[in-house]
């Protein structure tokens, strides 16, 4: 988590974008949507948090007006590793890991959001657990979620 919040700490000196994607009907896919709605608590004019849900498409516009440098994608990851480790994936390296399932793929809407508003687009992966359909977020990757929001909420306060 050191090498995530020194990220952190470095991204959101600047206008910041934050995205959740996921659905929350199935486990630990639902962390996006989670960290996402719980972040929106602390929107500002340098800092935005939206809920993608499973059509992150959707709010490419409400990004587009925000104008951020900076994009955070969140979504629940499988990268082989413990449940609740969490990664920063750059949309180049997004190849070898693979994300929850929605409709478009995190590294198009990535590639679309750095051509289209300018913005540089990151993807915070957490590993998940469980997804099925009907389970909660599991501990480690709600306790992760958790301690991301802790850490956001320290540098944009």
Known sequence: MQNIELFLKEVLKTRVAVLGVGSDLRGDDGV????SEKLALLNNDSFLSINGDLVPENFTQDLRKFQPKNVIIIDA????????????????????????SHSMPLSV????????????????????????????????????????????KKEIS
């Open 77 to 100: 990851a499988f990268m082989e590793k413990m449940a609740g480790e969490v990664e920063i994936i750059t949309i180049n390296e997004v190849t070898g890991v693979s994300f929850s």
């Open 109 to 152: 809407l990535g590639k679309y959001l750095s051509k289209e508003i300018g913005s540089n687009v990151f993807i915070l992966g957490i590993q998940a657990e469980r997804v099925d359909f009907g389970s909660d977020i599991s501990e480690k990757v709600k306790e992760a979620a958790d301690n991301i929001y802790e850490a956001i």
């Open 32 to 35: 996006g949507p989670y960290l």
